[in-house]
């Protein structure tokens, strides 16, 4: 059986690794689509700051990267005749912090843009979000608590997305729905 979109957001005038990759669907199966006025939308990465990473870092920040891919396929529809909406990536990192005197601080970055583009291509609206998470873990941590605080991390990092990407859309279409009525 279909599910049916319960939030339909369309913007005529605007946009319109780890084992949590595997979660995403599920958890976000449950929330509404959000259906922006395009007929097609790419997730792009463009961002490499795994070369400067330590082997761990990379391993996790690709974790992120691949969640944020995941929830945008599962959270985010098309719902238009024609232009193309992305997802550009542009950080996606995961670094371990470590400090001799206190836990480790664990830092997940976050930066995503959402641009909406017409058929001809042309930019018609944006939404970026900027998100700093950050966990303590114990200066002995084992592995296994390590694999369980990333997962923690990335799970707060794309929550946080979902929530502000869904609040910006809200508030433009707010804006939109009160420009189209003063119009009239």
Not at 32 to 60: C, G, H, M, W
Not at 102 to 126: A, F, Q, W, Y
Request: charged residues 25%.
């Amino acid at each position: 059986m279909k599910k049916k979109p319960y939030f339909c957001l369309i913007l005529s005038l605007g946009l319109s690794a780890c084992d949590r990759v595997d979660s995403i669907k599920s958890h976000y199966e449950e929330k509404p689509q959000i259906l922006l006025n395009a007929n097609s939308i790419v997730v792009t990465r463009d961002f490499n700051t795994y070369s400067k990473l330590p082997e761990s870092d990379k391993l996790f920040s690709s974790g992120l990267a691949q969640s944020i891919e995941k929830w945008a396929k599962v959270r985010l529809r098309p719902h238009g005749k024609s232009g193309m909406a992305q997802l550009a990536i542009q950080d996606a990192s995961i670094i371990e912090l470590p400090n001799p005197h206190n836990p480790e601080e664990i830092v997940g970055r976050l930066d995503v843009i959402l641009t909406l583009h017409n058929k001809t291509g042309d930019v018609l609206s944006v939404a970026e979000a900027q998100i700093r998470q950050k966990v303590l873990a114990p200066i002995n941590v084992t592995e296994k608590e390590l694999k369980v605080l990333m997962q923690s991390l990335i799970t707060k990092l794309v929550d946080e997305l979902d929530r502000e990407i869904e609040g910006i859309l809200l508030r433009m279409a707010k804006v939109t729905h009160k420009s189209i009525k003063r119009i009239k």
